[in-house]
């Protein structure tokens, strides 16, 4: 056996047609599944991403062609992507082979589309949660820095208008937090701070108070260069388009590095009114609020701070778009939407 078979199976994934193949896309990701979770095969690194990621992606088409069709078929192909994520984590369980699902699904769930990324956070709950039973068998390295860009996307989600995807994103990080106190030798119910309470309509106000919480347990969790990856991914949230990311963005900014208290410790109808003016100071003014001047992590994280450009990252890839540098700066019509009122800006 060797890697010819996952060569074949890459290939027929991607040339086929969701549309025209809808009873094939199944067949073929089965396929994958065998040569992903095969450890006579020995896949190049390469190779095994482009697979898996071929397969992910047809699957989502698949399914989001069922949703309104075939309720029987379209849970079928939930269960078979569930199903190929864990066993792709179960050939070599670790924190690294986590991550590289991961990378698989930014697309989904940062996507502008509400329903992908529902489907998105759903399918990746169930790998994290998968990941934290194959714990024992974990082979370490927990100081991989990316695993700091992922905290942060993931907990962006938070304040996501859709309470599905909220919930979601808040199960998320209380796994992912267990993981990495795993990893570490540390007690995993240090984790218990970053679950957060749900609540019926749920304020803005208390969403951002969540994702206060969550940024402030990761900062006692993370490393520093994994601290330094949720920063740079913070600040390039701060400048992104849809507002809810932008909120996000800034009260992780200001979490990671110590100083939620300065947003959040004021009267409720105030804390909205200071958020909006903290992302006009760095969004439109490029600097940087006075209360975050000085931190050596900010200093040390990226030369684009020098001008409050966002940092250079890797761009998801396609549906996703919403965290694009291009779409950086708020309008002034953007400003309003932050507390609800135009009278607050």
Known sequence: MGPGRGILAKDLMETISVEGDQKHVLAYSIDAIRCLSDPKLSLEPALESRLLRTAVDKSFLAIRRETHRNQVMQRLYEEYLEGLLCCVLSSAPS?????????????????????????????????????????????????????????????????????????KARACMYLLAQILLHQRGQDMRGAEELRCKRQNEQSQVQKYRDLARVGEGLRNILLEEQRRAFLQRALHAVHSRPIHISQAGLVFLYAILGEASRLMEHKEKEIPIRVVNKLFIITCLKELPQDLQGHSLLVTSCSALASLQPPTLAPAATPADHLNPEGTSMSEDDLPNLTGSPAAT
């Not at 699904?105 to 949660?129: N, V």
């Not at 039973?133 to 905290?151: H, K, T, W, Y």
Request: negative net charge.
């Open 95 to 167: 924190l690294g082979k986590l991550y590289s699902i991961w990378e698989h699904f930014t697309s989904w769930i940062e996507a502008p589309d509400a329903q992908h990324r529902a489907l998105g956070m759903k399918i990746m709950t169930g790998a994290i949660a998968f990941a934290v039973q194959l714990l024992p068998q974990f082979e370490g390295s927990p100081d991989i820095p990316e695993v700091g860009d992922m905290a942060a996307r993931l907990g962006l989600t938070i304040n996501d208008p859709e309470e599905t995807i909220t919930c």
